[in-house]
């Protein structure tokens, strides 16, 4: 085996580390946003559901209540009568809203954001040593 061929050797061996340190990074980075877009997603859905149904249940109680009182001509007594309904329903839709996401989302995705992110560390950790 003559020089150069064991030098381009060395060389090919190199570049195999190298490439197999950046793959290594670049999986970890794909992770890391990955997990956070999975965390943001919910949290802005749940945000925009809440909201939804509290308004929809003051507009919807404030509406009825303002037809019985056309209706009746008894103003404005169904209007306050059903203004608190249409709150009493709306804050009962977010409570089952929250309780709901918190059951099916909150402890399951940060056991696994944890374990990700310890992963990551160690891969971190682990490249520094091999430096």
Known sequence: ???????????????????????????ASEDHSTSIEKKRTPIYSLALRVGTEMVSALIVGVGIGYFLDYWLDTRPWFLVLFFFLGAGAGVLNVYRAASNFETTQGLAETTTDVSTLI????????????K
């Not at 050797?9 to 950046?22: S, T, V, Y």
């Not at 992963?119 to 091999?130: G, Y």
């Open 119 to 130: 992963k990551q560390k160690k891969l971190v950790i682990n490249e520094k040593k091999s």
């Open 1 to 27: 085996m003559s020089n150069s061929d064991h030098t381009s050797l060395e060389n090919l061996k190199d570049l195999d580390k190298r490439l197999n340190r950046a793959r290594r990074k670049s999986c």
